[in-house]
T-cell receptor, first 109, second 115 residues
Framework: RKEVEQDPGPFNVPEGATVAFNCTYS??????FFWYRQDCRKEPKLLMS???SGNEDGRFTAQLNRASQYISLLIRDSKLSDSATYLC??????????FGKGTTLSVSS | EAGVVQSPRYKIIEKKQPVAFWCNPI?????LYWYRQNLGQGPELLIR????????DSQLPKDRFSAERLKGVDSTLKIQPAELGDSAVYLC?????????????FGPGTRLTVT
């Protein structure tokens, strides 16, 4: 079982929709979590960090539930430009980032 | 500020041939990473450098892969001999300091096809 698991999708939604991605992690020692975004045939880029208290950046909200070992990303009012793959990432101090397989989002007009 | 530079962007080789990838990190970034990303997967770490020291190479297949970062700046990743299963995108990333491992800046990658 991979340390970080995501539903690969694809998620196909119309513009303006709200969409949520979920991610689970198996290593309870993981301390930090992040969401990276990767456009088709491009490199991954940091989207946002994830905190237990929740983290909001414009239309994006990330949440961490340590008890359930569950991470979420909510995108409100989806735009065409949100179409990408969203990578859930875990980190344990002194070790490398562990990337999930990614969840693909396609927003259509 | 220039980003992470990688070359070549694409490489097609026959199996059993050698191949090398080059990476120049963002100026001032001490930590450098090499990842491999297979189709439909997330990046997987191959090796991490702090300056010129390889501090994590546990996932590097050492029988055929080697890497170096002699002066603590740019880095080269080599595969010899290449196998069909090595076809993937090889990503280089850098971060400013060890404590900022989460904010890694990735290069565009080298797309390797082994035939």
């Amino acid at each position: 079982r991979k340390e970080v698991e995501q539903d690969p999708g694809p998620f196909n939604v119309p513009e303006g929709a709200t969409v949520a991605f979920n991610c689970t992690y198996s290593n309870s020692a993981s301390q930090s979590f992040f969401w990276y975004r990767q456009d088709c045939r491009k490199e991954p880029k940091l989207l946002m960090s994830v905190y237990s208290s929740g983290n909001e950046d414009g239309r994006f909200t990330a949440q961490l539930n340590r008890a359930s070992q569950y991470i979420s990303l909510l995108i409100r009012d989806s735009k065409l430009s949100d179409s990408a793959t969203y990578l859930c990432v875990g980190h344990q101090a002194g070790t490398a980032l562990i990337f999930g397989k990614g969840t693909t989002l396609s927003v259509s007009s | 500020e220039a980003g992470v530079v990688q070359s070549p962007r694409y490489k097609i080789i026959e199996k059993k041939q050698p191949v090398a990838f080059w990476c120049n990190p963002i100026s001032g970034h001490n930590t450098l990473y090499w990842y491999r990303q297979n189709l439909g997967q997330g990046p997987e770490l191959l090796i991490r450098y702090e300056n010129e020291e390889a501090v994590d190479d546990s996932q590097l297949p050492k029988d055929r892969f080697s890497a170096e970062r002699l002066k603590g700046v740019d880095s080269t990743l080599k595969i010899q001999p290449a196998e069909l299963g090595d076809s993937a995108v090889y990503l280089c990333a850098s971060s400013r300091r060890p404590g900022e491992i989460y904010e890694q800046y990735f290069g565009p990658g080298t797309r390797l096809t082994v035939t």
